[in-house]
């Protein structure tokens, strides 16, 4: 979709994301329920915030560096090294603080060159003189507890995190999983089961002993849902499995299906009666054969295994995939869950279709929590007060899963009193 836009609209007007249909806010009618819908400006803040925020390994580490050099609390990747202070002196200093922690020596003339954290990120990565695109992001490095891993969703980037990451525990470090290819320079994957087996090699170099804690918010649900049977296959121990408010696109068993369906389909054959009745006779008809035919296309998608090739280029905008809108649509389309012999503790909105809640109770065979969510689905990462709520319940469930497997009490790491209540 983002790459139709480019194709018809000036840069300044394409946006940097766009929010798939089937995670908007919908009436009973089926249109988007515009009252449920997060305040625009509050999204733009968001937006705005997330956009400087360093976006890969080495464009976090830079800043690190920047920020320590400069004396600055923090350095977003757009800021200019020069303008913020810098000097040839502390230039000198800041390529050999990149060598001693990056191992990478590069000449000084670079950084005037590529004065911001991302030119010189970008700049050191096609020279060579730095380590290729990885999929971890530190999203907050401080604290004493085992990391939590945050997988990416729709998109592949993980800003829609940032704000989760704040509300949790200073004791509690998280880390992102973001998708290949974002760089322009990867082939992308084709599948979650290749997405999952590139990460769970990312996140045990990084954390090559120890219970594993993982989380996936919409389509990185499946994803995280995927990893920790690879992790389990591996010998990995998974300690905590989140997936915050995901559904199913394809492979559902036909218990669950029938389950969805029945809550579903009745309010929406009373909508399409309703517009029947009020039709002149003469289209009465062909709209009942327009209705069977979508019935039957959705029927058909939702249970069938969609077809994803095999993406051949590189490049940092996302290929376009027969028969499919979006790379993500495909890639989450084509994949088919298995049971899990693990535990899971599944976060679902207000909003979230009652047949999700049976759909994992069916998948997960070593017992599932389900907490509930106020709000919608993307106000679960735009509105304060819902994400505030569910950092409560994430941080609960870290502490059951802690206490499960070190015998803690469960109030070790809990939220600070000024964040404890909604």
Not at 155 to 169: A, H, I, K, N, R
Request: glycine fraction near 10%; charged fraction near 20%; include cysteine.
């Amino acid at each position: 979709m983002r790459f139709e836009l480019a194709r018809r609209l000036p840069d300044y007007m394409v946006p940097e994301s766009i929010v798939p249909l089937d995670v908007l806010p919908l009436g009973a009618t089926g249109k988007v329920d515009r009252g449920a819908l997060p305040d625009p400006g509050l999204l733009i803040a968001v937006s705005e915030r997330k956009a400087d925020v360093p976006s890969s390994l080495i464009e976090f580490e830079l800043a690190k560096i920047w920020a320590r050099i400069l004396d600055r609390e923090s350095v977003g990747r757009y800021d200019n090294f020069f303008e913020l202070g810098g000097h040839s002196l502390l230039a000198t200093r800041m390529v050999a603080e990149a060598d001693r922690l990056l191992n990478c020596r590069f000449p000084i003339a670079v950084l005037f060159q590529a004065p911001t954290v991302e030119l010189l990120a970008q700049r050191l990565i096609d020279e060579d003189w730095a380590p290729a695109w990885s999929s971890l992001v530190p999203l907050k490095t401080s604290g004493s507890q085992l990391p939590l891993f945050l997988v990416h969703g729709w998109g592949g980037t993980v800003f829609s995190y940032l704000e989760l990451v704040q509300q949790l525990p200073d004791e509690q470090p998280c880390y992102g999983i973001q998708a290949v290819g974002l760089d322009g320079k990867e082939v992308r994957h084709t599948s979650v089961e290749q997405m999952a087996a590139h990460y769970v090699d990312e996140i045990c170099s990084f954390q090559p002993e120890g219970p594993i804690s993982l989380a996936g918010y919409s389509m990185g649900g499946l994803i995280a849902f995927e990893l920790a049977q690879q992790l389990l296959r591996k010998g990995r121990e998974v300690a905590f499995l989140g997936i915050i408010d995901t559904g199913f696109m394809s492979g559902v068993p036909w218990q669950a299906y029938i389950m969805r369906v029945g809550s579903y389909l009745p309010c929406r054959m009373v909508d399409h009666v309703n517009s029947w009745l009020r039709l002149p006779l003469r289209e009465k008809g062909p709209y009942i054969a327009g209705r069977w035919k979508a019935l039957s296309h959705w029927m058909g998608s939702y249970w069938s295994r969609g077809p994803v090739v095999e993406i051949a280029k590189k490049g940092a905008v996302a290929p376009k995939i027969p028969g499919y809108d979006d790379y993500f649509h495909a890639v989450a389309a084509s994949y088919r869950t298995l049971p899990y012999s693990g535990q899971a503790y599944v976060f679902l909105s207000d909003a979230s279709p009652s047949g999700w809640r049976s759909g994992w109770r069916y998948r997960v065979k070593g017992g599932i929590e389900f907490h509930r969510v106020s709000g919608n689905h993307v106000q679960l990462h735009a509105d304060p007060v819902c994400v505030r709520q569910l950092a409560i319940l994430i941080d609960s469930a870290l502490q059951k899963s802690r206490a499960a497997k070190f015998n803690e009490p469960e109030d070790g790491g809990r939220l600070p009193a000024k964040r404890a209540g909604l």
